[in-house]
């Protein structure tokens, strides 16, 4: 990682290396956004799921 960020140093390209780093931290937190939607959903879903059993008991 430093030979990489020692070749962009020296050909003066810091800002594509604060740009890259930037976009690679948004994706990274785009996915872990992602993942715990995903999740919340999933117990949502599972809630609903089980209110609704929970009802049908309650009604017969």
């Known amino acids: 990682m ?10 003066g ?4 290396l604060a740009l890259f780093l930037w976009a ?4 990274a937190m785009l996915v872990l956004t992602l993942r715990e ?13 089980e209110l609704a059993r929970f009802n049908r008991r309650i009604r017969k």
């Not at 430093?2 to 050909?11: A, V």
């Not at 390209?13 to 594509?16: K, Q």
Request: aromatic share 12%; net charge neutral; charged share 25%.
């Open 24 to 27: 690679s931290a948004s994706s």
């Open 13 to 16: 390209d810091l800002a594509h």
């Open 37 to 49: 939607l995903f999740a919340a959903n999933a117990r949502f879903d599972a809630f609903v799921r």
């Open 2 to 11: 430093s030979d990489l960020i020692r070749t962009f140093t020296e050909r």
